[in-house]
């Protein structure tokens, strides 16, 4: 083939090109449809969203909640003292209880809210109707 010539597809070749066109447009669009309708269900992290915002909403207004969550952050800024053999002979007080919750974030939330789940399910349980 000369440089100066150019390129002309056969005519079997076109069609083919044509038609893997036409496939992958129609994949396309099934995509875009399914994409759009899929858009419509929320998701599971929208759900726990939708939960989680009133209970936290629910926290800042009681009053108690917000010195709670005042003093744990306090004291999770706060170093941990150093362990003596004075200590260690003493029952643990709060500032172990803290240097524990420091060493173990992800367990001391998921125990907070298991016995947050539990108190909410008793309490929830519990009330009968009135007659």
Known sequence: MKPDTP???SPAAASAAQVRLAESRE?????????RAGQGRPTLGALA?????PLLKGLREHPSASLALGALAQGLLRPTPARTALR??????????LALLRRHPKAALALAAAV?????????????PTR
């Open 7 to 9: 390129y002309k597809p």
């Open 27 to 35: 994949r396309l669009a099934l995509w875009l449809a399914a994409d």
């Open 49 to 53: 969203a939708g939960v989680v915002w």
């Open 88 to 97: 260690e002979a003493t029952p643990p007080d709060a500032s172990e209880g």
């Open 116 to 128: 947050g789940a539990v108190w909410f399910w008793k309490r929830s349980r519990t009330r009968s």
